[in-house]
């Protein structure tokens, strides 16, 4: 009995943590289409935004996507004055992604509207139950990147 109560509070767990990843996506794709962009647009932007300049190649890997395809994302990044490419001073056969200051603010202002809707949702909770939750999250994402292959890169906290 005691076994299958586990059980049961297990996939209610998975079951909430499935709801809350589709609902994340939801947001962040209706997000990028009410500003005029993809979600891969706005993923491939958000990845240079978080984590700094990158080469096509470095970013494509990132996003577990061909570098034809991150060229093509990126062309349309470039046209709407949200990426610029410069010279790659490593390398000088490569280009370094770079967001603009609009890339930069659109990210920004995206994410400072999710940090507050966090802050709303989690406003009436212990410090204890933050707690709790962010170590559930914090292991759960541990194991999820342990679980990558080798050319996987794992997924990074940027706060």
């Known amino acids: 009995m005691a076994d ?9 767990l998975i079951a909430s943590a499935t709801a809350f990843f589709r609902a994340v996506e939801a947001l962040r794709v209706r997000s990028a289409a009410r500003v005029n962009l993809t979600a891969t647009e706005f993923r491939a932007l958000a990845r240079l935004v978080e984590f700094g300049p990158d080469s096509p190649k470095a970013l494509a890997t990132s996003m577990a996507m061909s570098t034809a395809t991150i060229t093509a994302v990126t062309d349309r990044l470039v046209a709407r004055q949200l990426v610029t490419r410069v010279p790659n001073q490593a390398d000088r056969r490569s280009v370094l992604l770079t967001p603009t200051d609009e ?24 410090d204890e139950n933050l707690d709790v939750s962010r170590q559930i999250l914090t292991m759960i994402t541990a194991s999820f990147n342990a ?13």
Request: charged share 25%; net charge negative; aromatic share 6%.
């Open 147 to 159: 679980d990558l292959g080798p050319d996987e890169p794992p997924a990074r906290v940027s706060v």
């Open 103 to 126: 890339g930069l603010t659109l990210v920004t202002t995206m994410y400072n509207r999710y940090r507050q809707m966090y802050i709303d949702t989690l406003a009436g909770h212990s």
């Open 4 to 12: 299958d109560l586990r059980s049961q509070r297990m996939d209610e």
